[in-house]
C-alpha cells in the first residue's frame, strides 16, 4: 500500500517565478492538507481539500493556491515566488470522519533563489 | 487562540536512558492530540494519537503518553531510548468534530542520543 506520495522531492526556482507541486494521497483517503515547514520551525498549515473544494485555509496569501482532482490528489500551487517562500512543503491526506489521523508525504523542498 | 508549546528546544539523552518530551497546548476544549517524528530531511511519521478514553496511549518503537487534561499536557516518553531514536519530535492538536481539520504544531524537540 503506497502511503502519500509528493513530487518532485527538491526544486530550485527564481524569484517572482511560479511553481506547481504535486501530491498523491495514501489509498482510500479523501482528503488533503497543504502544510509549510520553514527550517527550524514546525509545519504551518496552508490548506485543505475535500470533495475538490477548498475547506480550510491557514493565514497565507492569495499567492497560495490549490486544487483537488477527482481521484483525490492534489496540487499546490504558488505564484511569484519570494525568497522567504523556500521551505519544507508537507502533504497529508486523511479519511473524511472523526477519530482519523493524518499521514504526511516525504516533502517537496523549494529552493527560491 | 490555539497553540502548542514544546518548551525544550534540544534534549540530549544517553543510549538506554529513559526520555521524556513535553508538550503543552491551548485550545477552546479537549482536542485531539498527536505526536509526530521526523529523521532530516523526511516527511512526519506518527508516533501516536490520543482521541478519546484511556490518556496513557501506546505508540509505535516502543513510545507512550499521557494526556493530563488539568494541566493542558501530552507529554511524550520512553523508558530505554536508542540511537536510532535521535530525530526532531513534534506535538500537534487538532479539533474534534465531524472530521479532522487543520492541526496546530509545535515547533519541536530536536532529540540527541549519545552511544
Known sequence: DAGVTQSPTHLIKTRGQQVTLRCSPKSGHDTVSWYQQALGQGPQFIFQYYEEEERQRGNFPDRFSGHQFPNYSSELNVNALLLGDSALYLCASSLAGPNTEAFFGQGTRLTVV | ?115
Open chain 2, 1 to 115: 487562540a490555539q497553540s502548542v508549546t514544546q518548551p525544550d528546544i534540544h534534549i540530549t539523552v544517553s543510549e538506554g536512558a529513559s526520555l521524556e518530551l513535553r508538550c503543552n497546548y491551548s485550545y477552546g476544549a479537549t482536542p485531539y492530540l498527536f505526536w509526530y517524528v521526523q529523521s532530516p530531511g523526511q516527511g512526519l511519521q506518527l508516533l501516536l494519537k490520543y482521541f478519546s478514553g484511556d490518556t496513557l496511549v501506546q505508540g509505535i518503537k516502543g513510545f507512550e503518553a499521557e494526556f493530563k487534561r488539568s494541566q493542558s499536557s501530552f507529554n511524550l516518553r520512553k523508558p530505554s531510548v536508542h540511537w536510532s531514536d535521535a530525530a526532531e519530535y513534534f506535538c500537534a492538536v487538532g479539533a474534534r468534530g465531524s472530521t479532522l481539520g487543520r492541526l496546530y504544531f509545535g515547533r519541536g524537540t530536536q532529540l540527541t542520543v549519545w552511544p
